[in-house]
């Protein structure tokens, strides 16, 4: 007996992962997981796989996002594969121009360049990069050198040349919330904004997007992606439950000030916790979207009717690698993804939204 059709949800649907370690685990491993998630997402229909930068956090192992989108380039054939993304403030941009245009000419036309105005999470993160708080303040301009250097009309050095990205295209995309979002309207780039716990705060920053956003050679229209987690499983439960090591990880980054790798649900729930600790780890598995397909596909549906998002960026975490694949899985299905090509080296999975063209 054939399954009953399902009607594609109106937007693309893509994954963004952070290389989370796991207890038992390490670094190298957490690593290899990214490259076989993102071999798993294209089989199943998801637009983009994104990786992410984060510098000195012993929960995370994406330090490197360029090298990391090599990688996972490599190893599929038809997603398209970018950074959720680089921190252009710790950064030069001429550097980043020259690794985004050696990721296009490897891997034409798949490859995506996010990048983000946020800067080390710790004075001492921030001293070993070289960089402040303070130059996030430059976004702006750092934003502006880094698409002169592909157009080939960057002004602040004259006489240098990026190569070989000066000439190729690589579409370039903001991420951002209030300042930032002014920035990715006034030049004319696509906005990724969230995440879903703060759903008005979200809202407000896509209408200051929309409302200012200038038409320019990489975007002749407002582009939004609402990125946030989501947990699909069998029961509102399970799905529930895939959230609790991430919480976890949060509610003791914020009481003892690091970001551990995720542990297993069942020693979370075995752990005595104080008042503090439980305050925030309820807060961190507040107003995240999870529950079976229906009741996820319905709270999705509400959250493009709220936003008008163009794209949804799923960047769910959780310990258990074979739930949060099965996770995926059911939401490939339950928004209509065709089956694509098989990922190389892996089982045939499930291929591409059928939302707008753009970008």
């Avoid at 070289?130 to 002169?148: I, P, R, S, T, V």
């Avoid at 809202?203 to 997007?209: G, K, S």
């Avoid at 999705?300 to 099965?326: K, M």
């Amino acid at each position: 007996m054939s399954l009953p059709a399902v009607t594609p949800l109106p937007v693309r649907l893509s994954v963004l992962d952070r290389s989370r370690l796991r207890e038992g685990g390490d670094g190298p491993q957490a690593l290899r997981e990214t490259v076989r998630l993102a071999r798993y997402a294209e089989g199943s229909g998801y637009h983009r796989f994104w990786v992410s930068e984060h510098h000195g956090v012993p929960g995370v192992a994406g330090s490197a996002p360029t090298v990391l989108a090599a990688a996972v380039a490599a190893a599929t054939s038809t997603i398209r594969v970018g950074t959720g993304g680089v921190m252009l403030p710790n950064h030069r941009p001429l550097v980043v121009a020259e690794q985004f245009g050696v990721l296009e000419s490897l891997f034409p036309g798949r490859i995506d360049m996010g990048v983000g105005r946020s800067v080390g999470f710790t004075d001492g993160i921030r001293r070993a990069l070289g960089h402040g708080k303070e130059e996030a303040d430059g976004f702006a301009e750092q934003l502006d050198e880094l698409l002169g250097w592909f157009r080939g009309t960057q002004t602040a050095h004259p006489g240098v040349r990026a190569l070989p990205a000066e000439g190729l295209r690589v579409p370039p995309f903001v991420l951002a919330t209030g300042e930032g979002a002014r920035i990715a309207a006034a030049a004319g780039l696509p906005l990724v904004v969230g995440d879903l716990k703060g759903r008005a705060k979200v809202v407000e920053a896509i209408d200051r997007y929309r409302s200012g956003f200038r038409p320019s050679p990489w975007a002749a229209e407002p582009y939004v992606v609402v990125a946030g987690t989501v947990a699909v499983a069998g029961t509102r439960e399970e799905a529930a439950r895939m959230l609790l090591p991430e919480a976890w990880s949060l509610a003791h980054a914020r009481t003892r000030g690091s970001f551990p790798p995720l542990a297993p649900p069942e020693a979370v729930e075995a752990r005595a916790v104080s008042a503090r600790e439980r305050e925030y780890l309820a807060s961190g598995l507040r107003g995240h979207v999870h529950g079976t397909e229906e009741q996820v596909r319905e709270a999705l549906e509400e959250v493009v009717a709220q936003t008008g998002a163009d794209e949804l960026l799923v960047t769910t975490s959780t310990y258990d690698r074979e739930a949060l694949r099965d996770s995926f899985g059911r939401l490939a299905r339950l928004a209509g993804l065709r089956p694509g090509p098989p990922p190389r080296g892996e089982e045939r999975g499930g291929g591409t939204s059928g939302a707008r063209d753009t970008p």
